[in-house]
Nanobody, 122 residues
Framework: QVQLVESGGGLVQPGGSLRLSCAASGSIFSINVMGWYRQGPGKQRELVAVITSGGNTNYADAVKGRFTISRDNAKNAVYLQMTSLKPEDTAVYYC????????????????WGQGTQVTVSS
């Protein structure tokens, strides 16, 4: 029905940069909020950043000033530009779409991507 596909993860040295992308496909009429969450080794999944369809953003304190979230509503895509990466940013990063309205129905659901690994190490 709706799929989220992430790309852009990988291995980067401390201080480096990466850009994550996520595209939602399917019978989508609209998406209220899109965002990124992460789950590090032995940790619970946590919010990284979210952005509304109107462009309002919210960031975790740990990434403020280093990460930038953006969105292309026409493409149902969300991006995460990560700079000044630290070893503690190592995690699987998950794309999330909240309150996705499905075309020609009254259905509103939330969806998750499969995740993309980001490893920050020298």
């Amino acid at each position: 029905q709706v799929q989220l596909v992430e790309s852009g993860g990988g291995l980067v040295q401390p201080g480096g940069s990466l850009r994550l992308s996520c595209a939602a496909s399917g019978s989508i009429f609209s998406i209220n909020v899109m965002g990124w969450y992460r789950q590090g080794p032995g940790k619970q999944r946590e919010l990284v950043a979210v952005i509304t369809s109107g462009g309002n953003t919210n960031y975790a304190d740990a990434v403020k000033g280093r990460f930038t979230i953006s969105r292309d509503n026409a493409k149902n895509a969300v991006y995460l530009q990560m700079t000044s990466l630290k070893p503690e940013d190592t995690a699987v990063y998950y794309c999330n779409a909240q309150r996705v309205r499905i075309k020609y129905t009254d259905w509103i659901n939330d969806y998750w991507g499969q995740g993309t690994q980001v490893t920050v190490s020298s």
